[in-house]
Structures are given as structure tokens and as C-alpha cells.
């Protein structure tokens, strides 16, 4: 029996979490990955910078406020989430995309990362920061003592273990996660 309009599986909207919205490009790196998740049957779900209406005159911290609620309840109508994780200011992943990556697991919501080199954590801290290993042989910062989070992961073992995978790049992350979704 062929299958109708009303019979097909929605496409299943992805969250796309990271800090391109930062990006002076923005609008152009979310085009593009809108186009990969059309190609994926997938839709492709941008964060949002609060809807805010024409003439807003709330302060920062209202606008704050929208912006944090409105991405909380585009995130609960996702049914997954690709991360950009690659490092942000310093060599961690952007804050605020972690905190969606949390929040996105803790709903049951399968996510994929990508944007973290090959290389293991503690290799990018060794080559950027004086670290040495104790009698132990546990990486340590030298100049404060702390250990450097080892267990060869590509990032912190808190994101490697809850992600789905950490893909090379945008379009392999959805490839994944649409695979993981059943779609394509």
C-alpha cells in the first residue's frame, strides 16, 4: 500500500549546540549545516537568540533569561543534538555548549560531538602548559600541582562517555547521529 503525506515519519529535529553562534560567519555556518541536515533528512534546529520582539527594552539580564529558556525548550523538542566541541577561548569546549550536551543527555536525547582533535587531552595540556609526571607517573601542571586528566580520552571523560561519538567533522556527527535516529 504506498504511503501518504500523512503516513511519513517526520524528520527528526537536531539541536545543533555550539559556539558558532559567536562566529562573525554565523549565518553562513548554519545554512551549511542546515543543508547537510536536509541532505540527512534530518531538521536542523539553530540556537536562539531569544525571539526577542521589535522594540525589546528589557535589560541584559532579561535578555539573558530568553535566550537560556528559549534554548532550554528547543532542546526538549529535539530528538537529538550535535555538538560542536572543539576548544573555545582556551582548551576546553565553549561553557554554555556543554551545559546544552548535559542537559540534552540528561532528557535521554542521544548526542554526537565533533571539533576535538584526535590527540588526547592531556597531550594538548602537556604541549601548552608546563605539566610533568609525579613519582606515579600522574601528569601534573608544575606550576599548581594539578592533575592532568588522563584515561587517553580526546576530551574531558565526562563528555567522551555521555556522547554517542566525537566525529571529524559537522557533517560526519550527523551522518552518525542520523544513523543512530534510523534516518538515512
Known amino acids: 500500500m504506498p504511503s501518504n503525506d500523512s503516513t511519513k515519519r517526520a524528520a527528526p529535529r537536531i539541536y545543533l ?12 555556518v548554519f545554512e551549511a549545516l542546515r543543508a547537510a541536515c536536509e541532505r540527512l533528512n534530518l531538521l536542523a534546529v539553530p540556537p536562539s537568540d531569544g525571539n ?3 522594540g525589546f527594552d528589557g535589560d541584559d539580564e532579561a535578555h539573558a533569561q530568553r535566550i537560556y529558556e528559549a534554548n532550554v525548550a528547543l532542546i526538549r523538542g529535539c530528538d537529538g543534538v550535535v555538538a560542536n566541541l572543539g576548544s573555545f577561548r582556551g582548551l576546553e569546549p565553549d561553557s554554555g555548549t556543554v551545559f546544552e550536551v548535559g ?4 532528557l ?4 554526537v560531538g565533533y571539533g ?11 604541549a601548552q602548559v608546563d605539566c610533568q609526571p609525579d613519582s606515579h607517573g600522574v601528569l601534573r601542571e608544575c606550576a599548581t600541582g594539578l592533575m592532568v586528566e588522563g584515561l587517553g580520552q580526546r576530551a574531558n571523560l565526562m563528555l567522551t562517555r555521555s556522547v554517542v561519538a566525537l566525529a571529524d567533522d559537522a557533517e560526519d556527527a550527523l551522518a552518525r547521529l542520523a ?6
Not at 103 to 106: G, L, M, P, Q, T
Not at 108 to 111: A, F, K, T
Not at 116 to 126: F, H, I, L, M, W
Open 179 to 184: 544513523r543512530r535516529l534510523g534516518v538515512g
Open 108 to 111: 535521554g536525547l542521544p548526542v
Open 17 to 28: 549546540a555550539g559556539p558558532d553562534v559567536f562566529r562573525p560567519d554565523s549565518a553562513q
Open 116 to 126: 576535538v582533535p584526535a590527540s588526547t587531552y592531556a597531550q594538548r595540556v602537556g
Open 103 to 106: 542537559f540534552a543527555i540528561a
Open 52 to 54: 526577542l520582539p521589535a
